[in-house]
């Protein structure tokens, strides 16, 4: 085993407030959000969640790293958090099946990272301030000079960030001979996404997140997809202009996640940043059209204004968060429309909500 050295590092909120910790394997800083995950495993997923885009990520279970990395276990083809926070770090793993550590895997993409965290106080601090910019470094001698350049970082709200991990050309999914042909415009969308979907014996044309419905519907797509993606909804206005079109056509839609606020913006409903967000494996929700609950996967810092939604005359609230009562799905009772906040797909996280996929092939075939 070898030795590693550890430089002392802090995380230093917006708020001036200062947890204390060590680096793992290199020196620097890394700015962002500061948001924290609850899940007690798929780390590897996580962080390459393009949600996730500019954000410095907490982990709040205890160890990470401890079952290593795999080639397959990524949701896109970088690593997509701003920097990333735990308690403790395992260098070394014990999985057959990894084929690198997480430290090999951090390296690649040179991603900052601080360990030997009080994350159970930091999560606790976050909880009752609320999601605000922070900054790690191990420039621990030099924190005034590290609030100046802090202060200069952008907050979320009001920030478009999709641009940032959108593909610039389309591209496909799946075989060309399937059943059904979905266009889906890329907001930051997760591989497994699109792999549930090519499961469904769909073939996918993936569009950068400003592609205009024209462009979209040449594809000759039997549906529409939105998907997830990192930042505020409201500054994605061509994405909000192609949503209205589609509805407009009334052509099958789903939307996930960021593409959930989409249609939602599209709708009139407005969206708002929330105090911490969701984010992790074991959220509760209730399904109000069958009465039954699911435990779902979440990474979103937004969320839409459920008075607006419950009086709009053509909206139809089908799920509800059950910690805080906050809109997790609707649809459209006059158009072939329908989305959720969580993410049906997981990865990581359970199952539950894979019959969503289906629902939207039905509402394929019934158009």
Do not use: W
């Not at 106080?121 to 000079?145: F, H, K, P, Q, W």
């Amino acid at each position: 085993m070898k030795y590693t050295k550890k430089h002392k590092a802090i995380i230093l909120l917006s708020d001036g407030t200062i947890f204390h910790g060590k680096s793992i394997g290199k020196e620097g800083s890394a700015f962002g959000e500061i948001c924290f995950n609850t899940g007690a495993t798929g780390y590897q997923e996580v962080i390459t969640d393009p949600s996730y885009f500019g954000q410095l990520m907490v982990a709040t279970t205890a160890h990470l790293g401890n079952y290593g990395t795999h080639k397959d276990e990524v949701e896109s083809d970088a690593i997509q958090i701003a920097g990333l926070i735990c308690k403790n770090f395992s260098y070394n793993y014990s999985r057959p099946a990894a084929d690198a550590s997480l430290e090999e895997f951090l390296e690649k993409d040179n991603l900052f990272t601080v360990s030997d965290v009080d994350t159970r106080a930091l999560v606790s601090y976050i909880r009752d301030n609320g999601a605000m910019n922070a900054v790690i470094s191990t420039e621990v001698d030099n924190i005034e000079n590290l609030k100046k350049q802090l202060a200069e970082v952008p907050e979320m709200e009001g920030l478009e960030l999709a641009s940032k991990v959108s593909t610039k050309e389309a591209y496909f999914v799946g075989d060309e001979n399937a059943t059904y042909r979905v266009s889906a415009l890329d907001l930051g969308i997760k591989k497994n996404i699109l792999r549930n979907l090519a499961k469904k014996d769909v073939y996918i044309k993936v569009f950068p997140y400003d592609a205009t419905f024209e462009q979209m519907d040449a594809f000759k797509p039997d549906g529409f997809f939105i998907s997830n993606g990192p930042g505020d909804p409201e500054p994605l206005k061509s994405a909000i202009t192609l949503t209205q079109e589609i509805m407009k056509q009334n052509r099958p839609l789903f939307g996930i996640c960021l593409g959930h606020q989409i249609i939602a913006l599209a709708n009139g409903i407005s969206t708002y940043k929330m105090n911490n967000g969701h984010r992790g494996i074991n959220h509760p929700v209730k399904n109000l059209i069958t009465g039954k609950g699911e435990i779902t996967s979440q990474n979103h810092g937004f969320a839409i204004n459920r008075e607006e939604a419950e009086n709009h005359p053509d909206i139809e609230i089908t799920h509800v968060h059950l910690n805080d009562n906050t809109v997790a799905g609707l649809r459209m009772k006059s158009k072939n429309v329908f989305s959720v906040q969580y993410h049906p797909e997981a990865s990581p996280g359970p199952n539950d909500a894979n019959y969503l996929f289906d629902q939207f092939i039905e509402n394929i075939k019934n158009k």
